[in-house]
């Protein structure tokens, strides 16, 4: 059981570089996630998408942008990369359906360093 | 603003102790508190609470939901030391899509 996999584990790029970072389900989720985490901040939102051919800002949009490829990929696209972009990425997806929904799963993580 | 706030923000217990999280919320249209164990990589999932179903339990861990006082309690009885995680906790609003508003976790170091 796959899960959520995510490509790269590990990435360190210099300033203004470009860089995707790509993420895959197999659980035949409508909605993904793209979330960051820095060091006492918990996870924060970055992009969503609802169903295959929506996306929609998060909490911390600015300098990123985002592809639902099609119902199992979702990449997160840096275009010209910042230090304070250095962070741990997590992709999730989840089936929210009706009532009280379901859990997100989570992807393993891209751990970026800009240098 | 949606808001979670997560104490304590550390906590450090010996072998066998009890331990109580806390997990308190402000959010518009609440739908539903989830608790989350975080090791090395990937969060995974450990409860989640709604005005249906306001206490789970699993094991050692158990959780309830207070809506009144718009928070939620993570309980560990008997810990080991691969209870040794952050524990976040996060919110759902109705309407639209499974967004998840994330409080700064809890890192719990259980030493033997």
């Known amino acids: 059981n796959a899960g959520v996999t995510q490509t790269p584990k590990f990435q360190v790029l210099k300033t203004g570089q470009s860089m995707t970072l790509q993420c895959a389900q197999d659980?035949?989720?409508?909605?993904m996630y793209w979330y960051r985490q820095d060091p006492g901040m918990g996870l924060r939102l970055i992009y969503y998408?609802?169903?295959?051919?929506?996306?929609d800002k998060g909490e911390v949009p600015n300098g990123y942008n985002v592809s639902r490829l099609n119902k199992r990929e979702f990449s997160l696209r840096l275009e010209s990369a910042a230090p304070s972009q250095t962070s741990v990425y997590f992709c999730a997806s989840s089936d929210p359906g009706q009532g009280v929904g379901q859990p997100q799963h989570f992807g393993d993580g891209t751990r970026l360093s800009i240098l | 603003e949606d808001k979670v706030v997560q104490s304590p923000l550390s906590l450090v217990v010996h072998e066998g102790d009890t331990v109580t999280l806390n997990c308190s919320y402000e959010?518009?249209?609440?739908?539903?508190l989830l608790w989350y164990k975080q090791e090395k990589k990937a969060p995974t999932f450990l409860f989640m609470l709604t005005s249906s179903g306001i206490e789970k339990k699993s094991g050692r861990l158990s959780s309830i939901l207070d809506k009144k006082e718009l928070s939620s309690i993570l309980n560990i009885t008997a810990t080991q030391t691969g209870d040794s995680a952050i524990y976040l906790c996060a919110v759902t609003r109705r309407g639209g899509s499974e967004k998840l508003v994330f409080g700064k976790g809890t890192k719990l170091t259980v030493n033997p």
């Open positions: 998408s609802a169903s295959e051919g929506t996306t």
């Open positions: 959010v518009t249209n609440f739908r539903s």
């Open positions: 659980m035949n989720h409508n909605s």
